[in-house]
């Protein structure tokens, strides 16, 4: 019978890095410029819906009228993304979009379309009836900020005319407070730190502990790595990613694979390009929704004073659950 997993992370402050001036002077631009914006477009990743809300963001934008888009939606499983409307729909009163810049099928992409429509809806429905709207984009650091607004912009920063919309884009803004470690890890795997900086075998060691709990990603990786069974540790896939004299290397265009850090960060990547399936990492369910949102007053402070080298995490194989 198979063994049943836990993961104990390592403490947030072994995970992420953390950029205070950085970090201010993107949230000072906002603040600077919040009187010329009348709508704000807060891109989350569709892999982490949850755990890519920031709210600093909420804090400086105050009332603005705003539109989520969980971007990315070609790398979320499907059946979270229904759960996750669901739960929007009755926990929060933002309106929402799935969207993706790589659909795909290619060439027309319907995401840009729904976006676009929707904004001019609401730039119609506004009482005021603006002739032009500013709009601002927000969002995490690599949720696609940027990408979804090169697609919409056809010529320069105007995107629509009559009524006219410009669109305003922003440097990515990590969230300070996270609830958990696992919150951490998350935000890390999808990409929105910079991996150098971060504790990327913990990274790595918790998108393994993720894939055993589905048997399609088990399979995946093992023909992926060469393995005959579930890896019940890191280093089994590491070592086997370092062995392989790179067949991984052609297959995904990595280059040369020669120690177990590097392996990591090639794991991962692995993960970043879809290559395992659609994975959603945070729980959209509706008691994961329930619970998420009862505790979104209680963020935790990161402390920043532990240690950062040498802190991991570790899977043990008791119960199926994180902690
Ligand atoms: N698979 C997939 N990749 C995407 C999508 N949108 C953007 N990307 C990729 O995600 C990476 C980051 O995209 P950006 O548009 O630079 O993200 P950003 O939010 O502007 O990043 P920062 O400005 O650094 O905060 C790029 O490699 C994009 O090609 C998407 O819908 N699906
Ligand atoms: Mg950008």
Redesign the pocket.
Same mark, same amino acid.
């Given at each position: 019978m198979a063994s049943k997993l836990l993961f104990v992370p390592p403490p947030v402050s072994a995970i992420l890095p953390w950029f205070p001036r950085h970090q201010q002077n993107a949230l000072r631009l906002l603040r600077d410029g919040i009187h010329h914006i009348d709508l704000v477009l807060e891109?989350r990743d569709a892999r982490i819906p949850l755990s890519s809300a920031n709210a600093q963001f909420d804090e400086i934008l105050g009332r603005r009228d705003r539109v989520i888009l969980f971007? *990315?939606?070609?790398?979320a499983n499907p059946n979270m993304n229904k759960m996750l409307a669901d739960g929007l729909a009755k926990h929060t009163s933002d309106p929402f979009l799935f969207?993706?810049? *790589?659909p795909k099928n290619g060439a027309t992409n319907p995401?840009l379309k729904k976006i676009l429509t929707l904004l001019v809806t609401k730039i119609n429905a506004n009482p005021q009836k603006l002739s032009d709207m500013s709009i601002v984009v927000v969002?995490? =650091?690599?949720?696609?900020?940027?990408?979804?607004?090169?697609s919409l912009r056809h010529l320069g920063v105007k995107i629509h005319e009559n009524p006219n919309i410009y669109l305003v884009?922003? =440097?990515?803004v990590l969230n300070p407070q996270l609830k958990s470690p696992i919150q951490g890890l998350r935000v890390a795997l999808v990409?929105?730190t910079k991996d150098a900086l971060s504790n990327e075998l913990a990274i790595a060691e918790y998108l393994l502990f993720r894939l055993n709990q589905s048997p399609v990603c088990i399979e995946t990786y093992k023909k992926i790595f060469n393995l005959p069974d579930r890896a019940e540790n890191i280093h089994e896939v590491l070592n086997a990613i370092v062995a392989a004299k790179n067949p991984i290397k052609s297959e995904y265009r990595f280059p040369a694979i020669n120690s177990q850090a590097e392996a990591s960060r090639a794991f991962i990547n692995i993960f970043r *390009?879809?290559v395992f399936g659609p994975l959603t990492l945070d729980d959209c369910s509706p008691d994961g929704m329930d619970s998420w949102f009862a505790d979104s007053t209680s963020a935790v402070p990161r402390d920043v004073s532990l240690e950062r080298e040498g802190a991991r995490g570790k899977i043990i194989y008791v119960g199926a659950e994180e902690r």
């Open positions: 891109v971007n *990315k939606t070609d790398l969207t993706s810049t *790589k995401s969002g995490l =650091p690599n949720v696609g900020k940027s990408s979804i607004i090169n884009d922003t =440097p990515g990409g929105s *390009k879809g």
